[in-house]
């Protein structure tokens, strides 16, 4: 788009008479709208479309201009709510690894960064990559293939492992596993990430026991600058799947491709968490289980009740539960906070039953989310904190269940279900679980509170508790130290939502005086553009080892992007 046609303080003027003058007279407006339309070289039908977008949509005000496309123009890249928009050199759709192999060929012709997107599912600048050629494997890079057991070592068990393309979803990769009667070994509370886009980030459920989905890889498949393919595992003393003496040096679907075996520590800790920073990821070998149920049990309890539970370490209930978690709301009554405790416990494949909810109150919930944009409105309005909190204590009220206990098929559980479906944002933080969780947790709940009091500000949702096991992956947030996290999620569209989050990790992360295992990190795909270089540094003991390695494999910068500058990581 050339704005250069235009004056910028011009451009704006029109478009905000054409804004607040919808009803004047007719031939002056078209006159605007079509000097409008020149100006970004597209036609007036697509500007009036941005002016009833921004008259409809409070967060585009006032215009950018980025949203009116011109005609022959790439259209603008957006993530899930609508953040985070860059304006491509072009798209690419692989639908092999021959393709991928291309992609990176002609980057290097063409002189551009490439990227690759997903879901969108990042509310962080990870995939914000301006002029570059944007990769999106999501519509037909989504192939699952058994594991070749005659390369395998001896011993190994390819029943337990299966190898997936880059492009498919959780949710999808689970029906595949499904129909093989399988199961992911733990997962994420959503599942409409591509299974790439939540690997490399690092996402995670819960359990004392699990550690983040990119944990269970075996294996890595990586196409580097140069067009070099690699499959990454760990080095030959760290029970690696692939025997060199029997790889073919291709895989069964490529076998023009020529694949270079890299068993080497260094790079698979440093690939599996990455954020797409080393290369293109074509396929994953996971680690799965036989299908498996779990039995759930919600109970609406209060945040100071259930405190004790996790004052001595390590807490017992971690030990009694193999999924435990807690959703909490940040503002009190009365001294207590409401909160509902989940209990989740691993069984073997059973019939389902029980529910979560009554049909009245499935019914309710579902009217709740149709409808959180009309909420979003009213909070917006009421802005208090009594309405807020009771706004909170309301949707906690619909999660205990009313037929306990649940049982149903693993991903069924895990997920959260149609609260997934609600435009909602997040800041995820993590810290030591077993450096005073409590305290860390109160002093969350109190800087939430002293930021509602101190400006007005307030978060429409509960936050979510969870604990994970420690992760080898060099720059996983769940690095070097067993984990609890604490996820602030939020309604989207609520005011001063960013400035609120950034507040919360000012007070709690760049107040904190702790470091490398003992810090308070923030989630990759849940950051918001708040960590910095010198968190990354202060906060990974390994950044180090996994800098290394991205200068190994990304010399040229064709993996940099706006997230790779913003971190200094070529410094």
Not at 45 to 54: H, S, T
Not at 64 to 83: G, L, M, Q, S, Y
Not at 195 to 209: M, Q, R, V
Not at 399 to 421: A, Q
Request: with cysteine; glycine share 6%; charged share 25%.
């Amino acid at each position: 788009m050339d704005q250069n046609r235009v004056d910028p303080a011009y451009a704006e003027e029109l478009f905000l008479w054409i804004l607040e003058k919808p009803d004047d007279d007719d031939k002056l407006r078209e006159e605007k709208l079509r000097d409008l339309a020149i100006a970004f070289d597209t036609d007036p039908r697509a500007v009036l479309n941005a002016v009833d977008a921004v008259a409809n949509k409070a967060s585009l005000y006032p215009p950018t201009f980025d949203f009116i496309v011109p005609k022959d123009a790439v259209p603008t890249w957006r993530n899930c709510i609508d953040e985070q928009p860059c304006v491509p050199l072009e798209y690419s759709y692989p639908a092999s690894l021959s393709d991928l192999v291309g992609i990176v060929a002609d980057a290097v012709k063409k002189k551009a960064p490439v990227r690759a997107v997903g879901s969108g599912h990042s509310f962080s600048d990870i995939t914000n990559s301006q002029d570059a050629i944007l990769v999106d494997p999501s519509k037909s890079l989504k192939q699952v293939f058994p594991v070749d057991p005659s390369i395998l070592y001896a011993g190994t068990d390819p029943a337990n492992a299966i190898r997936a393309q880059c492009g498919i979803t959780v949710a999808a990769f689970n029906r595949v596993l499904d129909a093989r009667s399988l199961g992911l070994i733990n997962m994420g509370a959503y599942d409409g990430q591509t299974i790439s886009g939540a690997l490399s980030t690092g996402t995670h459920g819960s359990g004392k026991n699990y550690g983040p989905m990119s944990d269970f890889l075996l294996s890595i498949v990586l196409v580097t600058e140069n067009g070099k393919v690699y499959q990454i595992e760990p080095s030959p003393d760290s029970a690696p799947i692939t025997d060199p003496a029997k790889f073919a040096g291709h895989l069964p679907e490529a076998p023009d491709i020529a694949v270079e075996l890299k068993q080497d520590n260094a790079w698979f800790n440093a690939a599996k968490v990455a954020m797409g920073c080393l290369g293109l990821i074509y396929s994953y070998t996971i680690r799965v289980q036989p299908a498996f149920s779990i039995s759930e049990v919600r109970t609406m309890t209060t945040w100071e009740d259930v405190k004790p539970l996790l004052s001595s370490w390590p807490p017992p209930i971690l030990d009694n539960t193999d999924h435990f978690e807690l959703l909490i709301n940040p503002y009190d009554e009365g001294e207590h906070h409401k909160c509902v405790k989940v209990e989740r416990m691993r069984k073997a494949l059973t019939k389902p039953s029980g529910a979560r909810l009554t049909k009245l109150w499935q019914w309710l919930e579902e009217q709740s989310v149709s409808h959180s944009q009309a909420l979003v409105a009213l909070l917006n309005t009421a802005h208090s904190l009594w309405f807020t909190r009771s706004t909170i204590d309301t949707a906690l009220g619909f999660l205990p269940d009313m037929e306990p206990p649940y049982i149903d098929i693993s991903h069924n559980v895990l997920t959260l279900g149609v609260e997934n479906t609600v435009k909602a944002w997040a800041l995820e933080l993590h810290f030591n679980a077993a450096d005073d969780c409590v305290g860390t947790i109160d002093k969350v709940l109190e800087a939430f509170k002293s930021i509602g009091n101190d400006k007005q500000w307030f978060i429409a949702g509960p936050l979510g508790i969870r604990f994970v096991k420690s992760s080898d992956a060099f720059i996983a947030p769940q690095a070097g130290r067993f984990t609890c996290t604490v996820e602030c999620d939020m309604l989207y569209g609520i005011n001063n939502a960013k400035a609120l989050l950034g507040e919360v990790k000012k007070r709690i992360c760049d107040q904190s005086t702790l470091t490398g295992s003992d810090s308070i990190r923030i989630h990759w795909g849940l950051d918001w553009g708040y960590t910095t270089a010198d968190d990354v540094r202060k906060w990974y003991p390994d950044f180090g080892k996994w800098q290394a390695v991205y200068r190994e494999l990304n010399t040229t910068g064709m993996f940099d992007n706006v997230f790779t500058k913003r971190l200094r990581v070529r410094e």
